[in-house]
């Protein structure tokens, strides 16, 4: 497509999204009374209020060039945290009683959420100074303080963004230091992670012999191959929950308060296909819920892996039982390859081999 | 012909590929985005609190499913809160002494590039309020709860 093209849809995307945002104009100045009647003395204006709401736009909205429609805007802005918001522009500006503000709203929870993310308590006040020069801002630019305050766009609630500043200033706090020393080793939460996390070390059998080792490798390779292609089948979601789960370690519990968001795309997403009707949806998911449908994920992977196996590498089904085995095989007994490879038609392992994992490697 | 599994066989067999996916799934070695290209605090707390719309967090979930460095932190979040006490109601407006001590130590910390930024704009309104009450305020400091 031509530049000039693309430049004039950019610009006619750009121009049409902040029509649909100025259309709106009067209800942004309705939420900018509301907040200046509540405090007057911030001396924010209409105008940085306005800036304020369209960087949010722009950020959000205008990411996928689909023009957001004037109701899509007007209920964007309708969700923004707009008394955050107006408080966090305010600081962010340097403005004395909104930093009081501030301060008498959020001090207490600011010193508890350092004190949970760190057991040290001078760690928690080196975390406590560290946001705070942050918030304030030590760069000046053009003469604006660049606080980071400018950051928040009111899209989550200003509690859940400073404890996302926070973590962020204790993961670099540590991760400075010498000793490396994780998150979960600081905070405690390390032992019921190391729990579930107890991995298996696979090893290889150095007695065996190179052909059969040949053979294994081959259908270690097939086997990867057919699982990566697997997980790559799943939709996005899946792939994310099944991360939380197995590499994070997060708990049926804590994927379940995810999934319990009201406004969650998770967890729409989970109530579609669970088939449940938004109307009769429980407040609450319990673990067993998620549980079971990690069970369907499961088995959306087992169906996916056997076909790929059987149709893009020709095994058969003795042969994708050596594969599942090879790949969860206890090291102190190995497989058998030499006796349990063969086929219902009588081939030996390297005939077997030879016909059908090829390209697996 | 395909052969139907029994009840066992077929717990057998998700555990087998639970324990597959899990060995796998860990065994990947995460994408290194370049740096700007993380999820911002601000994202990543819409995203925590579930307020994107589908069309939002469509970018985010990708971006959480290659960058291991912005997913912990979601998961550290998610982790964490669900730990965390319930909030308590907002303290009282009982004086500057927490802010003025943070903002002495930080005056200690750093020199600000301009010097009108040395004047911060949070300093104490009530001009009689000694070095004395400040200590003692800051020592009547309730419990951290942790």
């Known amino acids: ?361 | 012909m395909k052969k139907k599994l029994t009840e066992q066989e077929v717990g057998t067999e998700t555990e087998t590929i639970r324990y597959m996916i899990d060995q796998r799934l860990k065994a990947r070695i995460p994408e290194q985005p370049a740096l700007d290209a993380h999820v911002d605090e601000d994202a990543i707390c819409a995203f925590v609190e579930g307020r994107l719309e589908e069309a939002e967090a469509s970018p985010v979930i990708s971006h959480l499913i290659t960058c291991a460095s912005c997913r912990h932190t979601t998961a550290l979040l998610i982790r964490f809160e669900s730990q965390f006490e319930p909030e308590q109601d907002p303290t009282p407006d009982e004086g500057p002494g927490r802010v003025r001590l943070l903002l002495e130590r930080l005056a200690a910390g750093f020199t600000p590039p301009l010097e009108e930024d040395a004047v911060f704009a949070y300093q104490n309104p009530e001009p009689d309020q000694t070095a004395e009450s400040v200590g003692e305020e800051t020592s009547e400091k309730p419990d951290e709860g942790n």
């Open chain 1, 1 to 361: 497509m031509p530049e000039s093209r693309i430049r004039s849809e950019t610009s006619s995307f750009e121009a049409e999204s902040l029509n649909n945002l100025a259309a709106c104009a009067s209800q942004v100045d309705a939420i900018f009374a509301e907040c200046a009647k509540a405090h007057p003395d911030f001396d924010l204006s209409p105008a940085e209020f306005r800036d304020a709401i369209e960087r949010a736009v722009r950020k959000y909205l205008m990411t996928q060039r689909v023009t957001p429609s004037r109701e899509q805007v007007g209920r964007f802005i309708g969700e923004l945290q707009d008394r955050d918001l107006y408080l966090a522009l305010a600081c962010g500006r340097g403005n004395e009683q909104a930093w009081w503000e501030f301060d008498r709203q959020y001090r207490s929870f600011i010193e508890r959420w350092a004190r949970h993310l760190v057991r040290s308590g001078s760690d928690a006040d080196e975390v406590i100074d560290f946001v705070y020069v942050e918030l304030l801002g030590t760069r000046v630019v053009d003469g604006v303080r660049q606080s980071k305050f400018r950051t928040y766009t009111g899209r989550g609630t200003l509690r859940g963004w400073l404890r996302t500043v926070m973590l962020h200033a204790v993961v670099d706090l540590y991760r400075g230091r010498k000793d490396e020393i994780s998150l979960e080793e600081w905070s405690g939460s390390a032992e019921e992670t190391r729990e579930r996390h107890g991995s298996l070390t696979a090893t290889r059998g150095t007695e065996e012999l190179m052909l059969v080792n040949v053979v294994r490798e081959r259908y270690r390779a097939a086997t990867m191959t057919a699982l990566d292609q697997s997980l790559a089948s799943l939709d996005d979601h899946e792939t994310l929950l099944l991360l939380y789960y197995h590499v994070e370690g997060l708990k049926l519990r804590e994927i379940a308060r995810i999934v319990e968001q009201p406004r969650s795309p998770i967890r729409r997403w989970f109530q579609r296909q669970s088939k449940l009707r938004a109307g009769q949806s429980p407040g609450r998911v319990h673990e067993s819920t998620v549980m079971r449908w990690l069970e369907k994920v499961y088995k959306k992977v087992s169906d996916h892996f056997h076909a790929e196996l059987a149709n893009k590498h020709g095994l058969n089904p003795a042969e994708i039982e050596i594969c599942k085995a090879i790949a969860t095989e206890d090291p102190a007994q190995g497989v058998r390859l030499d006796s349990c490879v063969t086929d219902s038609e009588g081939f030996n392992t390297e005939e077997a081999e030879g016909r059908r994992v090829e390209g697996a490697s």
